[in-house]
């Protein structure tokens, strides 16, 4: 059978995600498996009703482009409430399949080639090769020690004419840490002046503990006037499988994202959008979110304090790093493999997110499971010495 040749990789050093190597290799071994970030326990019954009311009532065809005015307008109240800035329905949302397809379809609009995007790391890991594919170049930014601080100097010495955007991420995942209102007003100084687009991922918007607070970034006069936001639907309301998120931006930037948007997929699930228009009209059904999942946080905190595992406890996501220098001296992703193949128990190796690597002997644990998993997760963390 012929095949063709001379086929140029745009992405010659890309690698299967190491969600995917853990995943599978959790289910080889039949392990207990917090590595991937999704919840194993089922979304509200009231919200799939919905969705199915939305099929029966004739939603079955192409939705607009930028996704239902119902939808929209819901999404306006919401980051109005919660933020105080007021987006216009009509031009500044869009609705996404989910919030990676988010932060595709902006770097897709604005980074062109030889471009320069700036990346705090550890990152999640579609950034860069979204960046790569349009031609940009990934300028890496480590986030200090192991506490994964921000640096402004370290920020600051990477910006040059070239650059086009920098991606932020808080609640951040994996260190689960969520930047202050002190941070947000100093990136917002930093950037003033520049044409330096933000990209903000704030997936984990209402997931956040303690005396920690989200501060969006479009709770700030001038960065909201340069910022694109992405959220998820999916990892607010624990149906990650039915990849719906959302974008907001000027209308100046929507308008370039609409255009990518249009060739790209046109538009997303109708019934789903329908359905969440009318669970939103509710509140506290993402007001509560961060009490829940607090809850989840101490609960598996609790369960492994008697273990040799050090932990600073999450500010925010559903996600806990555990430091297990005190236990082996591997590197991290030895140590995830071996708790895998030994111990029956899948994370993730935090080094794989660093710049160059760098490894702190973390690994990263999400607790959004059912107390029965967390339980017996903590149970084989005992015996791990």
Not at 219 to 240: D, E, Q, W
Not at 276 to 302: I, V
């Given at each position: 059978?012929?095949?063709?040749?001379?086929?140029?990789?745009k992405?010659?050093?890309?690698?299967?995600?190491?969600?995917?190597?853990?995943?599978?290799?959790?289910?080889?071994?039949?392990?207990?498996?917090?590595?991937?970030?999704?919840?194993?326990f089922?979304?509200?019954k009231?919200?799939?009703?919905?969705?199915y009311?939305?099929?029966?009532?004739?939603?079955?065809?192409?939705?607009?482009?930028?996704?239902?005015?119902?939808?929209?307008?819901?999404?306006?109240?919401?980051?109005?409430?919660?933020?105080?800035?007021?987006?216009?329905?009509?031009?500044?949302?869009?609705?996404?399949?989910?919030?990676?397809q988010?932060?595709y379809?902006?770097?897709?609009?604005?980074?062109?080639?030889?471009?320069?995007?700036?990346?705090?790391?550890?990152?999640?890991?579609?950034?860069?090769?979204?960046?790569?594919?349009?031609?940009?170049?990934?300028?890496?930014?480590?986030?200090?020690?192991?506490?994964?601080?921000?640096?402004f100097?370290?920020?600051k010495?990477?910006?040059s004419?070239?650059?086009?955007?920098?991606?932020?991420?808080?609640?951040?995942?994996?260190?689960?840490?969520v930047?202050?209102?002190?941070?947000?007003?100093?990136?917002?100084?930093?950037?003033?002046?520049?044409?330096?687009?933000?990209?903000?991922?704030?997936?984990y918007?209402?997931?956040?503990?303690?005396?920690?607070?989200?501060?969006?970034?479009s709770?700030?006069?001038?960065?909201?006037?340069?910022?694109?936001?992405?959220?998820?639907?999916?990892?607010?309301?624990?149906?990650?499988?039915?990849?719906?998120?959302?974008?907001?931006?000027?209308?100046?930037?929507?308008?370039?994202?609409?255009?990518?948007?249009?060739?790209?997929?046109?538009?997303?699930?109708?019934?789903?959008?329908?359905?969440?228009?009318?669970?939103?009209?509710?509140?506290?059904?993402?007001?509560?979110?961060?009490?829940?999942?607090?809850?989840?946080?101490d609960?598996?905190l609790?369960?492994?304090?008697?273990?040799?595992?050090?932990?600073?406890?999450?500010?925010?996501?559903?996600f806990?790093?555990?430091?297990?220098?005190e236990?082996?001296?591997?590197?991290?992703?030895?140590?995830?493999?071996?708790?895998?193949?030994?111990?029956?128990?899948?994370s993730?190796?935090?080094?794989?997110?660093?710049?160059?690597?760098?490894?702190?002997?973390?690994?990263?644990?999400?607790?959004?499971?059912?107390?029965?998993?967390?339980?017996?997760?903590?149970?084989?963390?005992?015996?791990i010495?």
């Amino acid at each position: 059978m012929a095949t063709v040749s001379n086929i140029s990789s745009k992405l010659p050093k890309h690698e299967t995600s190491i969600f995917s190597v853990m995943s599978k290799m959790a289910y080889e071994h039949d392990a207990v498996n917090l590595s991937q970030g999704y919840p194993n326990f089922d979304t509200d019954k009231r919200l799939k009703e919905l969705v199915y009311e939305a099929m029966l009532d004739g939603y079955n065809q192409y939705a607009p482009l930028a996704g239902i005015a119902l939808l929209r307008e819901q999404i306006v109240n919401k980051i109005e409430s919660l933020h105080g800035k007021k987006y216009d329905k009509k031009t500044e949302i869009t609705v996404t399949n989910g919030a990676t397809q988010a932060l595709y379809l902006a770097i897709t609009a604005f980074v062109n080639p030889g471009d320069e995007v700036i990346v705090l790391k550890p990152a999640y890991d579609s950034y860069e090769p979204a960046i790569k594919l349009n031609g940009g170049i990934p300028v890496l930014v480590q986030l200090e020690g192991e506490e994964y601080k921000l640096n402004f100097d370290s920020i600051k010495q990477k910006i040059s004419s070239k650059t086009r955007m920098l991606i932020i991420n808080t609640p951040h995942n994996p260190s689960g840490n969520v930047f202050s209102n002190a941070e947000m007003l100093q990136l917002e100084k930093l950037l003033e002046g520049t044409d330096i687009i933000l990209l903000s991922d704030e997936v984990y918007e209402h997931i956040t503990f303690d005396e920690a607070k989200h501060h969006s970034a479009s709770a700030f006069p001038n960065l909201s006037k340069r910022a694109i936001i992405c959220a998820s639907f999916g990892k607010t309301f624990h149906n990650t499988g039915w990849k719906m998120g959302y974008c907001v931006a000027p209308e100046e930037l929507m308008a370039e994202i609409w255009k990518v948007m249009e060739v790209n997929v046109f538009c997303v699930h109708h019934p789903t959008q329908r359905a969440f228009a009318k669970y939103l009209e509710t509140p506290k059904h993402y007001l509560e979110l961060g009490e829940f999942y607090q809850e989840k946080r101490d609960t598996f905190l609790n369960l492994i304090k008697d273990t040799a595992f050090k932990a600073i406890p999450s500010k925010g996501t559903y996600f806990q790093l555990l430091d297990y220098s005190e236990i082996s001296n591997e590197s991290d992703v030895e140590f995830s493999r071996k708790l895998i193949k030994e111990f029956g128990i899948a994370s993730i190796p935090v080094s794989v997110f660093n710049k160059d690597q760098v490894d702190y002997r973390q690994l990263r644990f999400c607790f959004a499971k059912t107390n029965e998993t967390l339980e017996k997760a903590a149970e084989i963390l005992k015996k791990i010495k």
